[in-house]
């Protein structure tokens, strides 16, 4: 993951620098231009032209490699996935007919919390050789299961309300359930934003050959300073390298040939103006610092020896905020633009704003960009014929992952974006070649990671849908011995495992093993790949760890964020496909069935040691998208856990059903979450939020 670990340098475009040329890679330097190819002599492969021709070269597009087909693959798999979608849904149609599922989860609760609330009754769930017999089941409430994806509304269930009354008596619960959403984005009333005074950064060079970052006309470019701080050559490289090789490798919605070939020599040659290329160049800066950072930083704390995930930059000031503020001094001039451009710039701008924990502008720069893609594909639909097409579906994906975030943890109303994917399509990353992408692509499959987010975003937007519709806290459950919850949640959760084993060898794991390699992890590093292994010792069977108090693995192109990413998202959605019967298990306890008390130990399961909480990944948390998003999931966490040893229907379940290392597991998994909302508390004020809930929960201290 380390942005400077990879190739030795960059190939764009600019003023001739001695680190401009490029070192040999064996095998890669086939990509000669066709001057020198029909010459069948040596070439440099610089672009626009080599060393060795006058004009503009031509380099031949590379033929797709058998890795570079699986991406068609995944998204084909969607096709398939989708008809199974259908099946559910007419499964889900036939049981509202008979007047069995409500029309939304949001409607009225109920003021007074049901007669059976006490859950320490002794339950009707019978011992593991006792078949359950259809006359056995007691009548079911009408709220006997119920399904919400965001935390704050879990903290609303009455059985978790009457403890965090106990435990946590200064939390306002009123507020909480009326305006949870509210609450949570501008928390604790924080008036603090970013400085605007920045005017110093140790990736910023004054030395010859600098540009000012100012509005300045050609004339005014050579070494002449405004007021503003200057940079060279050299740094605009190394700031371009470090974004592309980390953060669009996790949102893929630049181009990188275009950046370096075009947008960075212009900028070399007449500075920074307020065009938006000049604006979208100094969010890439911004970002790119932030990723050196972020890996090499100094942590802005330490706790008992181990150093904070948070790195790079202070409390006050992150990384990269001079050319964040920047880039806020030109958005002005672009915000009303119907271009990819004003997409992007609003993109860059809300996963900046992520990386900083200022969550309130994270999700106002998110709804900006999906607005403007909108605004986009409205009044200009033909872009979508042009050599830009793929880049727009890309970011046009990006923005509807970015929304099903916001609205399943935060219930914010999408922006109706989605009502667009039937013209977009699905990104197939043709158009523009850049060798660095190719050679980045080849050690993290970042285009089969993002297709592939693609197609479980699609698949957890079904099921929320689903879900919602089916056990709001209004509905009246089918008069049949097998529980509805039931027949559906499995068949949810066996096309989200459908998804997980269509997945290509090198992002598939065993699901026991969220922290393993990709299996075999020889055949992704072997002797003919054209990036050596990431890790020190392939005879390892872990990329994750739960060791924290060791020096985290380095990875290159943010191989562990990815990898991590996708895997957390897969065990959050089952754990939310599988959570109505958490609530089942805490309000009814006496109604609890074989398959309830089955669907609570996949809950539970689910839970376990995600890997975005384990090492290096939480080490490098600027780099982690939604950090927010993160901690409340993991507050819901701790709290289910906290309840499995208290609560005797969940004590049970564990014991008899989880088997004998779930003990161990669930402990580590606590200790993994606490230490994650620990690290954050004094950054993001999300985490405060969660770690004032777990000091009175697990009996914390801020020095514990």
């Avoid at 700031?239 to 370096?260: A, C, E, G, H």
């Amino acid at each position: 993951m380390n942005p400077e670990s990879t190739s030795n340098n960059s190939s764009s475009a600019g003023p001739a620098t001695p680190n401009n040329s490029r070192k040999e890679r064996g095998a890669i330097a086939a990509q000669a231009c066709e001057s020198c190819r029909q010459r069948k002599q040596r070439c440099s492969e610089e672009r626009p032209k080599c060393a060795t021709c006058q004009l503009e070269c031509k380099y031949r597009e590379p033929q797709p490699t058998k890795k570079d087909k699986t991406l068609v693959e995944i998204l084909e798999r969607l096709k398939s996935l989708e008809g199974g979608l259908r099946n559910l849904d007419g499964k889900v149609d036939s049981l509202n007919s008979r007047g069995t599922l409500p029309l939304s989860i949001y409607g009225p609760i109920q003021s007074n919390p049901p007669a059976t609330l006490d859950a320490s009754q002794s339950s009707s769930w019978p011992a593991a050789n006792v078949h359950l017999q259809p006359s056995a089941i007691p009548p079911a409430s009408p709220r006997d299961v119920q399904y919400v994806s965001a935390t704050h509304k879990m903290l609303s269930w009455p059985f978790i309300q009457q403890v965090l009354e106990t435990k946590v008596p200064n939390l306002d619960l009123a507020n909480l359930e009326k305006d949870g959403a509210a609450m949570l984005l501008g928390l604790q009333g924080r008036t603090t934003s970013l400085p605007t005074d920045m005017y110093d950064s140790p990736n910023v060079s004054n030395e010859g050959g600098s540009i000012p970052l100012q509005v300045s006309s050609a004339s005014q470019v050579e070494g002449m300073q405004l007021g503003g701080p200057s940079m060279n050559w050299e740094t605009m490289q190394r700031l371009t390298k470090s974004y592309f090789d980390t953060f669009n490798l996790i949102y893929p919605i630049m181009d990188r040939q275009v950046f370096q070939s075009e947008v960075l020599p212009t900028i070399a040659s007449h500075g920074f103006d307020e065009s938006s290329s000049s604006t979208l160049t100094c969010l890439v800066f911004a970002l790119g610092e932030v990723a050196m950072g972020a890996v090499q930083g100094a942590p802005i704390g330490t706790r008992k020896g181990r150093p904070s995930g948070i790195k790079g930059g202070t409390l006050e000031r992150p990384p990269g905020l001079l050319f964040f503020n920047e880039a806020r001094k030109r958005m002005g001039f672009n915000l009303t633009e119907c271009s990819l451009e004003n997409v992007q710039m609003f993109a860059l701008a809300a996963i900046y704003y992520g990386t900083c924990c200022h969550h309130l502008e994270f999700w106002r720069m998110t709804t900006s960009a999906s607005l403007a893609c909108q605004g986009l594909l409205t009044s200009n639909p033909e872009e979508l014929t042009t050599h830009r097409g793929d880049l727009v579906r890309r970011a046009f994906w990006h923005c509807s992952i970015m929304e099903t975030y916001l609205n399943m943890e935060l219930n914010i109303p999408r922006t109706g974006i989605d009502k667009l994917e039937a013209l977009v399509g699905l990104p197939d990353f043709s158009g523009s070649f850049s060798e660095e992408d190719y050679i980045g692509n080849q050690a993290s499959h970042f285009q089969e990671h993002f297709a592939s987010q693609i197609v479980l975003r699609r698949l957890s937007v079904e099921f929320h849908t689903t879900l919602t519709n089916a056990f709001g806290p209004t509905h009246h459950p089918a008069e049949t011995s097998i529980s509805p919850a039931a027949v559906m949640t499995k068949r949810m959760a066996s096309q989200l495992d459908q998804w997980r084993g269509l997945l290509p060898v090198y992002l598939r794991w065993e699901e026991e093993h969220p922290g393993a390699f990709s299996s075999p992890p020889e055949e992704l590093y072997d002797e003919q790949s054209m990036y050596p292994p990431p890790v020190p010792d392939l005879h390892t069977n872990f990329m994750f760890t739960a060791d924290l108090d060791s020096a985290p693995v380095s990875y290159p192109y943010a191989v562990d964020i990815q990898a991590a990413s996708l895997r957390t998202r897969y065990y959050y959605v089952k754990y939310l496909i599988y959570r109505p019967f958490i609530y089942k298990a805490l309000h009814h306890p006496e109604q609890v069935t074989r398959d309830d008390a089955e669907g609570v130990a996949e809950c539970l399961k689910a839970m376990l040691k995600w890997p975005i909480t384990m090492s290096p990944t939480c080490f490098h948390k600027r780099l982690i998208p939604c950090l927010f998003f993160w901690s409340q999931n993991l507050l819901g966490i701790l709290l289910i856990l906290h309840l499995t040893q208290q609560v005797p229907i969940l004590v049970r379940i564990r014991t008899s059903l989880m088997g004998t290392k779930f003990d161990e597991d669930a402990n580590m998994t606590a200790m993994l979450c606490i230490d994650w909302i620990r690290d954050l508390k004094d950054t993001d004020a999300t985490a405060l939020w969660c770690w004032e809930i777990l000091k009175g929960i697990y009996s914390l201290g801020d020095d514990t």
